[in-house]
T-cell receptor
């Protein structure tokens, strides 16, 4: 149980385009989902927390207009990187938490912006 | 900022026990100690968590000192597949925003043949 998926697993896009990443909890209802970013050889950095049906809460220094988060249902959250630039290239990871309190991570999405 | 301190790297011989230390001297009374690991280019994997008692599951054991200011994760018989970065995190239990995980730099464990 407690499986979280992400789609796509990797994406390459041109500078200036927008990219959407999906995070799904497959076998439980996720009241809260978290989005992280990880640069090479660095730790995970929390970007934002989203609760189903409400606006996401962003960590300090994360631009909410650039990283749009939608948590429209208890099993799906999306992260859209708008007007992506090469510096946005990174490994994006989501996690989901349900009523049990445990937090389970997706496999990550590798974004490369050319 | 992360509330834990871990050595940046450790080596362990295959088949031997791996003991990974973590200092969390500012832990609050309602904060749990969580351990996750991340194998290269994958999402973190939950290992174990505890409040004040020692815990054991099929993956590992967690030993928390009586004053709760430090803990040790024990992998009893390390295998090559246990090579990963191990993160020790303190957080309030629960799935709401207050339970968010803040990752430090972790310990890079290398299990060698």
């Amino acid at each position: 149980g407690a499986v979280v998926s992400q789609h796509p697993s990797r994406v390459i896009c041109k500078s200036g385009t927008s990219v959407k990443i999906e995070c799904r909890s497959l076998d439980f209802q996720a009241t809260t989902m978290f989005w992280y970013r990880q640069f090479p050889k660095q730790s995970l950095m929390l970007m934002a927390t989203s609760n189903e049906g409400s606006k996401a809460t962003y960590e300090q220094g994360v631009e909410k207009d650039k990283f749009l988060i939608n948590h429209a249902s208890l099993t799906l959250s999306t992260l859209t990187v708008t007007s992506a630039h090469p510096e946005d290239s990174s490994f994006y990871i989501c996690s989901a938490s349900g009523t049990s309190g445990g937090q389970f991570f997706g496999p990550g999405t590798r974004l490369t912006v050319l | 900022d992360a509330k834990t301190t871990q050595p940046p790297s450790m080596d362990c011989a295959e088949g031997r026990a791996a003991n990974l230390p973590c200092n969390h001297s500012t832990i609050s009374g309602n904060e749990y100690v969580y351990w996750y690991r991340q194998i290269h280019s994958q999402g973190p994997q939950y290992i174990i968590h505890g409040l004040k008692n020692n815990e054991t599951n099929e993956m590992a054991s967690l030993i928390i000192t009586e004053d709760r200011k430090s803990s040790t994760l024990i992998l009893p018989h390390a295998t090559l597949r246990d090579t990963a970065v191990y993160y020790c995190i303190v957080r309030v239990a629960g799935g709401n925003q207050g339970g968010k995980l803040i990752f430090g730099q972790g310990t890079e464990l290398s299990v060698k043949p």
